[in-house]
């Protein structure tokens, strides 16, 4: 089905369920009511994931440092969460060790230990391996180059790693096998509310500029840092409930630094705080993150100079011949935690990333906070309040198609598309460019089964060559386009439009204070 007929299928059901918000929380909370049987619809203002869902870390983890909290039913939660998530989403997400290095003395290295026995536990049965403590001279053979000052020794541990938007993008295709209906670039502008209930949503499609309405027995408002925008539009007043902290990432060649395992690094101005070099694709490692209170707009967050000077002094610091530069920066990106507005606050970094679900009206429930991590929870508790006061017309459970060939190690069971498509035409198995690793039928697929509509959203969350394109591609984005025009059966007009808008895009990720410097 593509959006034409999925727009269609909006304006003419009435929904048991309607989620707003394409992110992560959203995916999970669709995925969890397909799972139960629900007739459900995902709406998204921008692309699925196009929000905090593309800006993390990419760490699918219990979180060590909210120990530190005492925050241990979190911590648990998110652990067991890891788990399930590693065995459902094999080909996205994958165990990677960290590097956790101690200075000074014995005692530090000691309470390390203790605390990552406390996160063994926690995390019960685990295909993951349980941690071990390293000399210093073990440190220094996996990191080379680390700062070896006072240097004790370290702990070897592991957690996991994933693409977050393309994880959001399986989870969302994944429900609309089982019969669910997904819509991107479809805002929600207004609600009709008629005795304490939700009879419809007013929705602007910003493809058309077409006004749709929809209409479900429930409304879920699942829009991360938007929340409190989406909730005025409901009373008509100011909302608080969210305290957003803003998070950079920079992104340099992964022969910069040592790339077998993730070096822990303590910020160049707070030895309480940690940033982290994490393996990404097309040879590039991502250095993050800041953790910052936020106060601006929520589509305006932008990675300034001194977010990236932090960044790169933390790890110079770290890596003393590193010696990195704003030269060595490939790409950056920012973007905003979702984190719920608290009495005592400690500060953005301190902040709890704890979760909350409440019902604002009779039949619409706003679920905000939280991981990445947690979303498979976040849905199915979510569901379990929806359940308590609404049933589904028609109890239809979801079933999983298992796929096991060539493309499953990428792709898990949507490889099979992507090898239908090769069938239809075996030239399209040619690479789009020889630097990326993307053949014409990923782009062919990513169209036709992942909801790409833009270059934005092909280019930076179904494939990842905006973080890669360090000098702006010309001849690439033609290529592109044009693959795009004739799968979305678009126009000369349609590709010239698509290359401008997506120019301003890749400035947000390649700001031009970074060739300046
Ligand atoms: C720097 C940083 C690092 C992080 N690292 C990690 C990590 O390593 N591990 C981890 O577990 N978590 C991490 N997180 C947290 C995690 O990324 C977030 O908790 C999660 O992505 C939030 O997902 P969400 O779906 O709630 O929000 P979002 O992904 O922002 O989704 C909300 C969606 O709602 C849509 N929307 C808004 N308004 C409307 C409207 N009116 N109509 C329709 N749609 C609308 C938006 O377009 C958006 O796509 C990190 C966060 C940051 C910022």
């Given amino acids: 089905m593509n959006r034409f007929e999925h727009l269609a299928r909006a304006k003419k059901e009435i929904f048991d369920v309607c989620i707003i918000g394409g992110g992560i929380t959203g995916a999970g909370v669709l995925a969890n009511a397909m799972e139960r049987g629900w007739n459900a619809i995902l709406i998204d203002k921008g692309d699925f994931a196009s929000g905090t869902s593309s800006r993390s870390s990419k760490m699918v983890h219990g979180g060590l440092r909210y120990l530190r909290n005492l925050q241990f039913g979190m911590v648990h939660e998110a652990l067991k969460e890891r788990g399930h998530i590693l065995n459902q989403f094999p080909h996205l997400v994958k165990p990677v060790p960290f590097l956790l290095p101690s200075y000074g003395s014995s005692i530090d290295l000691w309470i390390k230990d203790v605390v990552l026995s406390v996160y063994d536990r926690l995390a019960g049965k685990s295909k993951i391996p349980p941690h071990v403590r390293l000399t210093a001279n073990e ?68 493809i058309t500029e077409e006004e749709i309405s929809i209409r479900a027995k429930v409304f879920i408002n699942a829009t991360g840092v938007w929340t409190d925008v989406v909730l005025q539009r409901l009373t008509g007043k100011t909302c608080t409930t969210l305290q957003p902290s803003k998070g950079i990432h920079v992104v340099i060649p992964s022969d910069r630094l040592p790339k077998d395992c993730v070096a822990i690094v303590a910020s160049a101005t707070d030895d309480k705080r940690f940033l982290y070099t994490l393996p990404w694709e097309h040879g590039l490692t991502i250095l993050g993150a800041t953790d910052t209170d936020y106060k601006g707009k929520e589509d305006d967050v932008l990675t300034d100079m001194n977010d990236v000077q932090y960044v790169l002094d933390s790890f110079n610091a770290g890596f003393p011949d590193a010696n990195l530069t704003v030269k060595d920066v490939v790409s950056v990106f920012a973007g905003l935690r979702p984190m719920l507005k608290v009495e005592d606050d400690k500060g953005a970094y301190g902040r709890s990333r704890e979760y909350s679900i409440w019902w604002n009206k009779q039949n619409l429930l706003t679920i ?99 973080y890669a394109m360090k000098e702006y591609d010309e001849q690439l984005l033609n290529k592109l386009a044009s693959l795009m025009a004739s799968e979305l059966n678009q126009t000369e007009a349609w590709k010239e439009e698509q290359k401008r808008n997506y120019r301003q895009h890749w400035l947000e990720y390649h700001p031009s204070f970074l060739s300046n410097n």
């Fill in 139 to 206: 440190v220094q053979q996996k990191l080379p180059g680390i700062d070896n000052k006072n240097l004790k020794g370290g702990i070897l541990y592991y957690d996991a790693w994933t693409n977050d938007a393309r994880l959001t993008l399986d989870v969302i295709s994944e429900s609309l096998q089982n019969g669910a209906s997904a819509i991107n670039y479809l805002e929600v502008k207004a609600f009709d509310v008629k005795n304490d209930a939700v009879q419809s949503i007013k929705c602007l499609d910003t």
């Fill in 368 to 466: 905000a906070g939280g991981k990445l991590t947690s979303f498979l929870s976040m849905g199915k508790n979510c569901m379990n309040l929806v359940e308590e006061r609404f049933k589904a017309s028609s109890a239809k459970k979801a079933t999983s198609n298992k796929y096991k060939g060539h493309w499953s190690s990428i792709y898990g069971e949507f490889g099979k598309f992507v090898e239908d498509i090769i069938g239809e035409n075996p030239e399209h198995a040619s690479l789009i460019d020889p630097k990326y690793d993307y053949t014409e039928t990923e782009i062919i697929f990513f169209c036709r089964y992942q909801f790409a509509q833009h270059l934005s959203d092909m280019l930076t969350r179904r494939t990842s060559i905006t």
